[in-house]
């Protein structure tokens, strides 16, 4: 079952699943966002919208993601005083040019996607130079074996999400980012809030 279709069953369940449970979260994550007067954002994996609520005014967001059925969702979302555009694409290909964001957020995608590397250099090339990625996943940690994780994986990656993904290992392959800030986002840190910046 591909990503699209999934998504497009799980359209209508999302957010009772995962609403309550990331607020929060995404509120921290969204507060990194500072002065964003002026700023073009794009929203990787935007979903059903739930980050769209929390941003602050002034800046020009665009929101991305593979699935109609959660665009629609998400277009109910967008405030009246934001500008948001939306438009159906895939995070691993990005439909833009280089360096045209000036902040990328990347809520709940990273693990998601069948590569998360290629999603984390397709964010990094549409990033300007001195710009930064907000991530909030799950991950593991390298070396870590989390057992249950890892057999759960196979099960659910092709349906929701991968339970298996270490950044460590993806930060290698995009070395234009470095690491800003990188902490625990609940307690036990398997989800976590990353800041990355890209070099000038």
């Known amino acids: 079952m591909s990503l699209r279709h999934s998504y497009t069953l799980l359209a209508p369940l999302y957010d009772r699943m995962v609403a309550r449970a990331t607020e929060s979260m995404r509120r921290k994550s969204l507060a990194r966002l500072g002065d964003v007067q002026g700023r073009h954002i794009l ?3 935007v979903g059903s919208g739930l980050d769209l609520p929390l941003l602050p005014e002034g ?3 665009t929101g991305i993601d593979l699935t109609p059925a959660m665009l629609r969702r998400a277009r109910k979302r967008i405030p009246l005083n934001r500008d ?3 438009i159906e694409g895939d995070m691993m290909a990005l439909p833009f ?7 990328v957020v990347l809520h709940l995608i990273l693990a998601v996607v069948p590569e998360p590397a290629d999603a984390l250099r397709e964010a990094a090339r549409v990033l300007r130079p001195g710009g930064r990625i907000l991530i909030l996943d799950k991950f593991l940690r390298p070396g870590q074996l989390a ?4 057999l759960l994986n196979p099960l659910i990656r092709h349906i929701a999400t991968r339970t298996d993904v270490v950044f460590e290992h993806l930060l290698p392959l995009t070395p234009s980012l470095r690491v800003l800030t990188d902490e625990p986002a609940i307690p036990g840190g398997w989800f976590r809030h990353i800041e990355l910046h890209k070099r000038l």
């Open 59 to 61: 800046a020009h967001y």
């Open 97 to 103: 040019a280089r360096e045209v964001f000036d902040v």
């Open 43 to 45: 929203l990787g994996g």
């Open 147 to 150: 057992l249950g994780r890892r």
């Open 84 to 86: 948001v555009r939306l």
